[in-house]
């Protein structure tokens, strides 16, 4: 039985983007939001989106990096306790050509950085303050609309949701149990309900 080109391709889970400049607590939002949504038994996945031109992980000498410049398309490395993949495309991968990556029974892939505008319309904007707004929006080109939350270290302190932004947009502290399951209800409510997606056993 052959396979069109629609069946192989694989779903995407649902896709929150956690966007902000330097040192305005992205990394803290993610780790807190794949923590929570992990305890709820959801498969949790996540994207670091790097600005930098390039990051060679796999230095030169190394023996996968002499694998890789003999010619090998993908290299994997076996470790003690974690398998590692290194694999050069030539240009940025879209949020497509890196979802067949994760298990399919993903729910939530919580991605540092804008990776794919046109994949996902869910933002946690983080900010290091208020006044950060305006060059964040403009600088990581995010549409005001699509702020679900706001976070990071201007939300440090704020009480249990009552802090709001411009728009009306909650300000929710990831590093407060109350807030951060605040955050993760508003993320499932705004993807459209819980996902169907396989959970860990025992949640």
Do not use: W
């Not at 890789?68 to 879209?94: I, K, N, P, Q």
């Amino acid at each position: 039985m052959t396979q069109s080109g629609a069946d192989l391709v694989t779903p995407l889970p649902r896709v929150v983007n956690v966007v902000g400049l330097r040192k305005s607590g992205k990394t803290a939002v993610v780790t807190a939001l794949l923590a929570e949504l992990r305890s709820r038994g959801y498969r949790v996945s996540s994207i670091k989106k790097m600005e930098h031109a390039a990051l060679f992980l796999d230095q030169e000498g190394t023996d996968t990096r002499l694998h890789a410049d003999a010619g090998a398309e993908v290299v994997v490395a076996l470790l003690a306790g974690e398998t590692v993949r290194f694999e050069r495309s030539g240009h940025a991968g879209s949020l497509r050509d890196v979802v067949r990556l994760f298990p399919p029974e993903t729910a939530f892939l919580v991605c540092e950085g804008m990776v794919d505008r046109g994949a996902s319309p869910l933002v946690v904007l983080c900010l290091h303050g208020m006044h950060d707004l305006a060059e964040t929006l403009v600088v990581r080109g995010i549409q005001p609309g699509s702020v679900l939350a706001i976070s990071g270290v201007v939300a440090a302190g704020a009480l249990n949701g009552s802090v709001r932004g411009p728009r009306d947009i909650p300000v929710l502290d990831a590093a407060d149990a109350v807030q951060r399951r605040a955050l993760a209800d508003l993320i499932i409510e705004a993807s459209g309900g819980p996902p169907n997606r396989k959970a860990y056993p025992g949640a």
